[in-house]
């Protein structure tokens, strides 16, 4: 192998002085794909996709290949190869993720930072084993590329660590020890094969298996991360939604038993009107017929009503008819044209109670405190539009409403759980606010079956 300049640079291909003469396009490839995973997995814990993965995959291999390219290509000095680099992270990081600028500059910032100094420590402590100069680690393709697959492990252990602080509240970055045990296991074999492959004599075909058992190691370590990572996320999930469906089977098994009561109320009401009458048709005493007729006017303002067609709907109507009067909350609704039968009853329940109750809230802190409800069919739709005074603008982040509730971290699924219910449907869910008005409008359309 002819002899190869002596300068130095980061085993991701960041020039810190001189010329890159030895790195090629297909070390540089894989390293900066290596580079993206990394960041893919960090912006993924900081902030929720913007993008599908499919999208992001590609948006984040185009990004990351250019950079490779331009490193490679160009003769950069350091100072534009961390501009380019910035540049990839910011924009990745923006385009895929929920992240604004500021946050998304500062966590491109300190990727770079941690980058650098993960390959940086890897250098010198090569040279110190070595007993070498700083510049001796680059006479090698396959010594070169295990020293990238160390300073890149490494760099994704301090990634771990920093995500576990940033989310320490929620728990979500706890890892069996044995997982830490075998990323130290990697770091440490990693660091044999490369003394292995710069003092002995191996052949360089032996020398560059190594390096491609190191890098196999990486991607184990980093998928078994992952894998983990993904599976508590999921976990956490399935948690939630059947604490979800929990409550809902709880709620609806309440209204079954409102519907049971209102039933037996109606039937007593029935009937005690029917012998008022009776009293009323046997005596010739005016005042006692007058007092049967009120007592009878009095027994239907306890009718419940119930008119759509629907006995949950019906229920449901009833309760916020009731929260919303001792709530000094005006209710007007009419469903006389859809009924929303089409939908389970479990599912009714998540959809009108997240949408209500949120109505109920908004409108106990107005100054109109309306709630007004229709629903109609629509060619082929069902709609169910649920309109509310609202004082102040909804707070919105990233285009997606956030609660105003205290205890945030318990609140907010209402509409989340809303739009989850209505997907079996093929239903959508919209809203608006109307700043003129002061009324906050949700849109429910579900197509016919």
């Known amino acids: 192998m002819p002899p190869e300049s002596r300068q130095v640079f980061t085993s991701s291909g960041t020039v810190i002085f001189g010329e890159i003469k030895m790195?090629?396009?297909?070390?540089?490839?894989?390293?900066?794909?290596?580079?993206?995973?990394?960041?893919?997995?960090?912006f993924s814990g900081i902030g929720e996709y913007r993008t599908s993965k499919s999208k992001t995959l590609l948006v984040g291999v185009i990004l990351f290949e250019i950079e490779a390219l331009l490193n490679v290509l160009g003769n950069n000095s350091v100072w534009i190869n961390g501009i380019v680099m910035f540049t990839v992270l910011a924009v990745f990081s923006i385009y895929c993720f929920k992240l604004h600028f500021g946050p998304a500059a500062a966590y491109s910032l300190l990727l770079i930072a941690?980058?650098?100094?993960?390959?940086?420590?890897v250098i010198f402590i090569i040279s110190f084993i070595s007993e070498g100069s700083t510049t001796d680690y680059n006479s090698d393709f396959s010594l070169l590329a295990i020293i990238a697959v160390l300073s890149k492990s490494l760099y994704f252990l301090i990634c771990l660590l920093l995500l576990k602080f940033i989310k320490r509240k929620s728990g979500s970055y706890k890892y069996p020890v044995i997982f830490y045990i075998f990323a130290a296991g990697s770091v440490v074999s990693a660091m044999i094969f490369?003394?292995?492959?710069?003092?002995?004599?191996l052949d360089r075909m032996y020398i560059l298996l190594l390096a491609?058992?190191?890098?196999?190691?990486?991607?184990?370590?980093?998928?078994?991360?992952?894998s983990y990572q993904h599976?508590?996320?999921?976990?956490?999930?399935?948690?939630?939604?059947?604490?979800?469906?929990?409550?809902?089977?709880?709620?609806?098994?309440?209204?079954?038993i409102i519907e049971k009561q209102n039933q037996q109320l109606q039937l007593y009401i029935h009937d005690a009107k029917n012998h008022l009458s009776v009293i009323g048709n046997m005596t010739d005493d005016t005042q006692l017929k007058k007092y049967a007729s009120e007592l009878r006017n009095e027994y239907d303002k306890y009718s419940v009503p119930g008119h759509s067609g629907n006995k949950m709907l019906d229920v449901i109507l009833n309760k916020y008819s009731v929260e919303a009067e001792m709530q000094d909350i005006v209710f007007r609704y009419d469903v006389k044209t859809y009924n929303l039968k089409n939908i389970s009853d479990i599912h009714l329940v998540a959809v009108m109670n997240n949408l209500m109750d949120n109505a109920i809230a908004a409108a106990m802190d107005s100054s109109e405190r309306t709630i007004t409800l229709e629903a109609f069919e629509s060619g082929n739709f069902g709609v169910v539009v649920i309109e509310n005074s609202c004082d102040q603008s909804p707070k919105t982040k990233n285009g997606i409403l956030i609660t105003t509730k205290e205890g945030t971290s318990m609140h907010g699924y209402g509409i989340?759980?809303?739009?989850?219910?209505?997907?079996?449907?093929?239903?959508?869910?919209?809203?608006?606010?109307?700043?003129?008005?002061?009324?906050?409008?949700?849109?429910?359309?579900?197509?016919?079956?």
Not at 116 to 121: H, K, T, V, Y
Not at 418 to 442: N, P
């Open 416 to 449: 989340k759980s809303a739009m989850q219910a209505l997907k079996h449907y093929r239903g959508d869910l919209d809203w608006d606010y109307d700043e003129k008005l002061h009324r906050f409008i949700v849109t429910i359309m579900i197509p016919k079956i």
């Open 231 to 256: 599976s508590v996320v999921r976990e956490v999930e399935l948690a939630r939604i059947a604490g979800e469906n929990r409550a809902l089977e709880l709620e609806k098994s309440y209204y079954d």
């Open 212 to 226: 491609a058992v190191s890098f196999l190691m990486f991607c184990f370590l980093f998928f078994f991360f992952i």
């Open 114 to 121: 941690l980058s650098g100094l993960m390959e940086f420590a």
């Open 194 to 201: 490369w003394y292995i492959g710069a003092h002995s004599d």
């Open 23 to 42: 790195l090629n396009i297909f070390y540089a490839s894989l390293i900066y794909l290596t580079e993206m995973a990394i960041a893919w997995f960090f």
